[in-house]
Every structure is written in C-alpha cells, then in structure tokens.
C-alpha cells in the first residue's frame, strides 16, 4: 500500500520506507552499534571507581560483589586501592569518550551517506516523472521537497543513529544494572518510565501536527519567491509587488503559527519530563537512603544507583528533544515519499535501433483534465516529408507535437513512429529519433558549447563546431567575450531570442535524429532574425521527417503539406479555413 494513503502511520513507520537505502550502510551501521555497546559498557562501568573509594578506602566497609573480585585479584588496600580506583576511572572515561567519537562518526556518516542517496533518487524521479505530474507542481515546491525536506530526513536520520539507538540502549541498559543490583532499587528507578512515555507518545502526535502544517506553509512559501522571482522582470514592469507581498504573508504567517505552536509545545514538554526525573530522583534517596541504613546494600552501591539514574535521565532528556527532530522528519519524509510514490512512464519494449522515420497518429484524443483538447486526430507524416501544422491560437497544435514528442500519452488513440507504438517504446528511443526545437530555447546557465552538446552528450568537439558553424552560432559566438566557452546566466541569459534559437538549432543538429519536430521556431522574431534562422532550419530538415507548427509564411513555404487544425480536429484537406485574416490562411500554401 502506499505511504500516503494510509491513515496515520507512525512516525517510525514514515522513516522506516526509506529502510532500503540503509542496506549497502549495514556494516558500517553495525560496527556503530558495537561501538555503543561499549560505550554503555564503559559508562557502566565509571561509578565503581567511587563505589569502591567509598566503600572500601573510607567506610572501610567489606566489599562484596563485583568489587570484592577486583580487590582480590589485584590484592591492594587503603592508598594501593586508591591510586587503582582513580586510574579505573580515568581509564573508563578516556575509553567511552572514544567509543563515542568512533560510534558517532560510524553513524552520522551512515545517516549522511544514506540522506545523499535519497537525495539523488529523488532528483533523479522528478527528471523523469510525466509532465502531467509537472504541470501540477509548482518549481519551487518541488525545490523545497528536494533540499529542505531531504535535509530533514537527514537530520531525524543521524538523530535515529546517534540519540535514538544510543539511547534506548542506555536507558534499557542501566534499567538493567539497577534492578540487577538490587530489585527494590530497580523498581523504583523505573516506577517514572510509563509516565514519561504517554507524555512523549501524547507530545509527538501534537509536534508531527504543527511540523506537517509548517512544512507545507514552506513549501508555499519557497513556490511562491520562485515564481515571483522568475517572473521579477514582470513584477517590476507590471508594478506587483503589494500583491506578492501580501500574498507570502498569508503563507509566512501560517508557517510562523506552526513554528510558535512547536515552541509551546517543546516548552510545556521539558519542565513536565523535569518534574517526573525530579520524583524519581527524590524517591530513589529516600528508598535507597533506607535501604543504607537497614543494611540491604552500602553507601557506595547507592551512589553508583543514583549515578546509574542520573545517566538514564540523559538519554530520556535527549530522547524528548529528539521526538521534535523525528516529527519534523517524518513530516518530510512523507513530502517525499509522496514524489517517490507517483510511478514513472514504464516503457519497456526493446525496439530496433532505427527504424523508418515516419510519424503517424491513428484516432488520437487528448484532455489534460480540462476537456477535450484534441478529437480523433488522425494525422501521416511519411518517413522524409514535411508537414506544418497552422491554425488559430489554442487549436492544439503543441499538443500534436507534445504527443510525438512523447511528452504527454494520448487519452484514447496511437501515436506511432516508425509503425511501433509509442507506448511501448523506451525513452531513449525517441531521445534518438526524435530532436525538437521549440519555440524559445531553453538554456541552461554554463557554457554555449555545453549547451550544444547536450544534444548528444559524447559527440566530439569538432561536431560541435561543426553543429554550430551550420546552425550560425558561431557567426555571433565569435562577438562573445570567449566566443564558444562563454558562460551564460541562468536561462541563457546574455542572448537573444534569435540567437538561443540558433543553439536549439545547433542541438537538433548534433542530434542527427531522422525527425524533426519544430514549434513554431522562429515565433516572437523579427523577419530579418527569421530569415538568417531560415537557413538553418533548411540544413536541418535536409533529408529528414518534419513535423512542425508555425504562423510565418516564410516557414509553412518550407512544408510539403499543409494541415489547418481548428478545435482539436484537422480540417479535411482543401477545405475553406477560417476567414479571420491569418497567416496560416489558403494562400500560405504551397502548391
Ligand atoms: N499542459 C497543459 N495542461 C492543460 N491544458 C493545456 C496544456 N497545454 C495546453 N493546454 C490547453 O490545450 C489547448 C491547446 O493548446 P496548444 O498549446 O496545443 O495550442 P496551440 O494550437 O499550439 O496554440 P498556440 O498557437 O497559441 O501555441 C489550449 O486550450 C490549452 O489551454
């Protein structure tokens, strides 16, 4: 079942979905543990020292037990006894603060090692999450799921490994050595236990409440500077900015009632855990200091019991502490686990390595939950021709594209290349016959050599060149300060429209691919930018399939058929076209 449908899985449970990244980590996690142990040993260990002072050097009292047995065997009394005791002590402190250094860093390492891990698939999921998952995510929710809530999981992860494990083991452990010393002594010990654990199990169901709300007012908050600040150019021409303003002060103030809520709730839990290590404290003097007294055990085995206490109101104090860690956690790991939970596009048919470049779309529908946004489309583009889709603003043409591209799945209907299903095709498949140049190039901040390349990541340098030598990038690389090695800003920055195209141009081209598909590439320039991209895009359809949408009249010349789409549906061959006056109209059209 999935994680984000059950009711209310506990706050372990959330956690524990991730189980599998801590597998390759089980030695070192392992070894960690061992480390632990014998820390809890070597703490176990340091109040005897005192025990034994008391005991046996002041109270001169006969020992018995596990400090009659050292005393016999190293066979030392008064100062002799005295010198061993503060040597044992220092010797048991020195080795669990290494035991600590060594377990702590076995552990943390794992917990940091695992978090890269999630991190990596997680980025590596939404690369390849279908864009109608896209479509319904901002970016900078996205964003925040990928750094704040993965450093989140790390967080509750390394406090599992380093407080959690260590001190679960401790209290258990010294629980253990107390009732083992005495059972009176014990039970009174632990008489605070159940207490402290329904006000933790109370306190985290209310922490994972206002962690969860806090989380998502973040989310809100980070999706929301993305867009503005993606969008500034916008906000400064437009004049928007009262209404981002008030717009984050919805969502900073949600996530500042969350937060506040988590502080009231931590500051109510301490002095609460306080009053409960209090009693306990005051009930094992009394019990213990009677105990003394009748001669049921000595003064030093009393001091090392409330030394053994004392040691277990650590681990209980960290372990409160700890529960907002793994709240908060498990808030994100939910987050996460949500993006992890959508499944990818699976298609796994293996294909020939190439195969006829023809397109075909056999009674195609598409709603992307909105509506019918293209009805029944058949539609063939024979292996080497040239079809341009025109028609009216919102007519779907993109989405003819968006299908071929393997973008989106069609809701009823085949896109077919080659004669094989898309659906059944692996992505790399159409990676390889397919290159698409669209409207505005993306770029992506780096060199313009990079981002040529990434049409074909292992092409050589000289195809590169050669790339952008045919596409006319070098004509303007050659005015950059570094000429190819310049280094763009975010998006391209640095560029124009015209020239991003020629580098989406120069990518299709190293690409090599047998079809083309071409949205509307030279929309939003001016005729002489469109013209010294005509040229380019001529070499690019040279010997190729094409499938493009565009307006310009310079374009559709290029195309060997024109189809008119019009609400979803392609206009029979030779029929009128709308009379508004478009360029697309009749007259655009080659003989
Ligand atoms: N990702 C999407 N999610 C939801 N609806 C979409 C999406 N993409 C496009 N649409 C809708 O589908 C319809 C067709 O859009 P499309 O972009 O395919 O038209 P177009 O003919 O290419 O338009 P234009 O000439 O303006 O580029 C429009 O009504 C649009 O709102």
Request: charged share 20%; aromatic share 4%.
């Amino acid at each position: 079942m999935r994680l984000t449908q059950r009711a209310e899985p506990t706050l372990l449970s959330t956690l524990w979905r991730f189980r599998s990244y801590g597998v390759p980590h089980r030695g070192r996690l392992a070894l960690g543990v061992l480390c632990r142990v014998g820390e809890l040993l070597a703490d176990l260990a340091v109040p005897w020292p005192i025990a034994l002072v008391i005991d046996g050097v002041l109270g001169h009292h006969r020992l018995h037990g596990p400090q009659a047995v050292v005393v016999d065997r190293l066979g030392v009394s008064g100062g002799g006894l005295l010198v061993v005791a503060a040597a044992a002590s220092l010797l048991f402190t020195l080795l669990s603060g290494a035991l600590d250094y060594l377990g702590d860093r076995l552990m943390n390492s794992a917990g940091e090692r695992i978090t890269a891990n999630i991190r990596a698939d997680v980025f590596s999921h939404l690369l390849r999450l279908p864009m109608t998952f896209h479509d319904r995510r901002s970016v900078g929710e996205l964003t925040s799921r990928m750094s704040s809530d993965t450093n989140r999981i790390e967080d509750s992860l390394v406090d599992v490994f380093s407080t959690l494990l260590p001190g679960v083991l401790t209290i258990v452990g010294l629980a253990a050595v107390i009732t083992a010393l005495d059972w009176r002594l014990g039970l009174v010990a632990m008489s605070a236990a159940p207490l402290v654990f329904f006000a933790a199990k109370r306190y985290s169901r209310l922490t994972r409440d206002a962690a969860r709300k806090r989380r998502a007012a973040e989310g809100q908050l980070a999706a929301l500077t993305a867009e503005t600040i993606t969008g500034i150019r916008t906000v400064h021409v437009v004049g928007t900015q009262d209404v981002h303003e008030e717009e984050f002060a919805g969502y900073n103030g949600a996530a500042l009632r969350a937060g506040l809520r988590s502080v009231d709730l931590r500051a109510r839990f301490t002095p609460l855990l306080e009053a409960t290590s209090a009693c306990g404290t005051a009930a094992l003097l009394l019990v213990g200091g009677y105990g003394a007294l009748q001669g049921w055990w000595t003064a030093g085995i009393l001091v090392v019991a409330l030394a053994y206490f004392r040691d277990m109101l650590r681990p209980l104090r960290s372990l409160s502490r700890l529960s907002l860690t793994l709240t908060a956690g498990a808030a994100s790991a939910e987050r996460v686990a949500e993006i992890l939970d959508v499944p990818t596009h699976h298609r796994t048919v293996r294909a020939p390595s190439r195969v006829e470049a023809s397109v075909r779309l056999e009674n195609v529908r598409l709603d992307y939950g909105r509506g019918q946004v293209l009805t029944d489309l058949a539609l063939d583009v024979p292996a080497g021709s040239r079809v341009a889709l025109s028609g009216p603003n919102g007519a779907g043409k993109s989405s003819v594209l968006a299908l071929v591209a393997g973008l989106y799945r069609p809701t009823a209907g085949r896109v077919l290349i080659g004669g094989l299903d898309l659906e059944t095709l692996e992505p790399s498949f159409l990676r390889r016959h397919i290159a698409v140049v669209l409207q505005d190039t993306f770029l992506f901040s780096g060199s313009v050599f990079a981002n040529v390349l990434l049409g074909r990541p292992d092409a050589s340098t000289d195809e590169v060149v050669q790339a952008c030598a045919a596409a006319g990038v070098l004509e303007f690389a050659e005015g950059l300060p570094e000429g190819l090695a310049t280094q763009l800003g975010d998006r391209g920055v640095g560029l124009s429209g015209g020239q991003r195209q020629r580098v989406g141009i120069a990518r299709a081209l190293l690409r090599d691919s047998p079809i083309v598909l071409l949205d509307e590439p030279t929309s939003g320039l001016d005729l002489a930018a469109e013209r010294a991209l005509v040229d380019a895009l001529k070499l690019l359809m040279n010997g190729r399939t094409v499938l493009m949408t565009t307006h310009r009249p310079a374009l559709l010349g290029l195309a060997d058929r024109i189809e008119t789409l019009v609400g979803g549906r392609l206009l029979p061959q030779g029929a009128p076209t709308l009379s508004a006056p478009q360029p697309f109209s009749a007259t655009a059209r080659p003989v």
